[in-house]
């Protein structure tokens, strides 16, 4: 083969293999960070008017490349500006493994707030909107799931969370844990926060067969997003997966770059943003480009 074809060859396969490009990135650490970017917003906007850049399975780093959906451990994701968690707890023996799926992830839920609570205590002028999700199996518990999450949260310390059934402005919420309750009270006390779904408009199309037809999907739901009421949530999922085609990381390849061109090229003046992005293995460059929505 001549050389320089070679060489092209080569730079082609760099682009589609390479773990960090600027929208998706399958290293450790963020390529560029913005820990404090919420501190310059004025406090009366409402979250849910807001562009946040957000992952889907949080804490999803380990069982096979059907599992894994990222790789930036939680601090890491906190510094390059993600602020949606979506965190999946397992009750097993009254306590709250992290798991996707069957696959457990070697952590559990009070390290999660430990970790999100050592971040607000460095950055005050955030706030992180969290879904907890009741996920896979239980197993011998001697009470329910809720009264596990209360123990959790009283542990860590309640003043960090904002008891709201209501998504807050950013005024209220700063320095705040806000809990998007993906699980039933039972009648067992107050809600965590705000009920997952509830009122909130989610795109979340997770079985791909086609990555065409799951960035059509992605789009569609943008612009309803940017279209809507700003007191409502709009959620959209950029992550899915298919057993054989597209392992989450497949995916994430091909749906990433065409996000992150999607919002560089759309113009200041939108009616109002995209809303919460939440993506697998993100580039820390897309993460900066939803950021960057919120001034558009
Ligand atoms: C997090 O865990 C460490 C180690 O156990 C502990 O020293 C620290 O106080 C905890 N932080 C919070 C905010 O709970």
Not at 241 to 265: C, D, M, Q
């Amino acid at each position: 083969m001549a050389p320089l074809f070679r060489i092209i060859i080569c730079l082609l396969a760099a682009e589609v293999f390479a773990d960090q490009t600027p929208a998706f990135d399958r290293s450790e650490v963020p390529s560029v960070t913005w820990p404090d970017w919420m501190s310059y917003l004025p406090d009366y906007l409402p979250l849910s008017s807001l562009a946040i850049p957000g992952t889907h399975d949080t804490m999803a780093f380990y069982g096979g490349n059907l599992a894994e959906c990222q790789c930036w451990r939680l601090p890491n994701q906190y510094k390059a500006g993600i602020r949606f968690l979506d965190i999946r707890c397992r009750h097993y023996q009254d306590r709250l493994p992290i798991h996707h799926g069957i696959s457990y992830q070697r952590t559990d839920f009070p390290m999660v707030l430990n970790d999100t609570v050592t971040f607000l205590m460095e950055h005050p002028m955030e706030t992180v909107m969290m879904r907890v999700k009741e996920e896979y199996d239980p197993y011998q518990n001697t009470r329910s799931f809720y009264k596990s999450v209360d123990e959790a949260v009283k542990q860590v310390g309640e003043q960090w969370f904002l008891r709201t059934t209501r998504l807050p402005t950013l005024g209220e919420a700063r320095g705040k844990i806000v809990i998007l309750q993906d699980f039933s009270a039972g009648g067992e006390g107050p809600a965590f926060g705000p009920p997952y779904p509830g009122s909130m408009s989610i795109s979340d199309a997770y079985q791909v067969n086609d990555d065409a037809v799951k960035w059509t999907e992605v789009l569609r739901h943008l612009n309803v997003a940017q279209n809507g009421d700003p007191e409502r949530p709009f959620l959209t999922y950029t992550s899915g997966v298919h057993w054989l085609l597209y392992p989450p990381e497949t995916l994430a390849r091909k749906i990433n770059p065409r996000v992150y061109e999607y919002l560089k090229g759309k113009a200041v003046g939108a009616k109002r943003s995209v809303g919460v992005v939440i993506m697998d293995f993100p580039g820390a460059e897309l993460v900066r480009e939803i950021i960057l929505d919120n001034w558009k």
